[in-house]
C-alpha cells in the first residue's frame, strides 16, 4: 500500500511542475527553473538520502573511472540536457505535449547505463523502451493529426 502512495504522489508531483512549471516560465528562463529546481530537491533530499543511504557515501572513493563516466554522461544527458529540453519545450507547448518527453528520459537513460556501467538489459527492458517510445510517438502523432483539420478548415478557395 506504501508503494501505491507513493506512485500516487509522485504522479501527483509530475503533474504538478508541469502545470505550475508553465506558468513559472513566464517569469524564469528554463535553465532558472532548473537551478531552483534541483536546489529545491537538494534540500528535501539530502536528509533522506543521508538517513538512508549513508553505506553509498562510504562507497565512493572506490568507483571506477568507468562509474564516474557513465555518472557524468548520465548526469549531463538524463538530468541536466533532457530537463532542459523539457522545460523549452515546456514554455511553447501545451503542458500534455511536453509531459511526453519525460518518458523519453528512461528510454536514452537506459542505454547509457548499459553501454557506459555495464547494466545488463533483459528483454523486458527493451520491449518497455520500444513500447515507451512507439506510444510517444503515436500519441504526438495522433494529436498532430487531429489539429490538422482544425487549421486546414479555415484555407478559402477560389
Do not use: C, D
Request: glycine share 6%.
Amino acid at each position: 500500500m506504501a508503494m501505491l502512495a507513493l506512485i500516487f504522489v509522485s504522479t501527483l508531483g509530475s503533474a504538478f511542475y508541469n502545470s505550475y512549471g508553465k506558468k513559472m516560465l513566464e517569469r524564469y528562463s528554463p535553465m532558472e527553473m532548473l537551478f531552483y529546481t534541483y536546489v529545491a530537491m537538494f534540500v528535501i533530499m539530502t536528509p533522506l538520502t543521508l538517513s538512508q543511504e549513508r553505506n553509498v557515501f562510504e562507497a565512493i572513493p572506490h568507483f571506477t573511472g568507468r562509474t564516474w563516466i557513465g555518472m557524468t554522461l548520465l548526469t549531463f544527458f538524463h538530468n541536466y540536457l533532457s530537463m532542459v529540453l523539457f522545460l523549452k519545450a515546456l514554455k511553447h507547448l501545451e503542458a500534455i505535449q511536453a509531459a511526453l518527453s519525460n518518458y523519453l528520459i528512461s528510454f536514452f537513460g537506459i542505454p547509457i547505463a548499459a553501454l557506459w556501467l555495464g547494466e545488463r538489459l533483459k528483454p523486458i527492458a527493451i520491449v518497455g523502451g520500444v513500447i515507451v517510445l512507439g506510444s510517444t510517438l503515436l500519441i504526438t502523432l495522433w494529436r498532430e493529426k487531429a489539429a490538422a483539420p482544425a487549421t486546414g478548415s479555415g484555407a478559402s478557395s477560389s
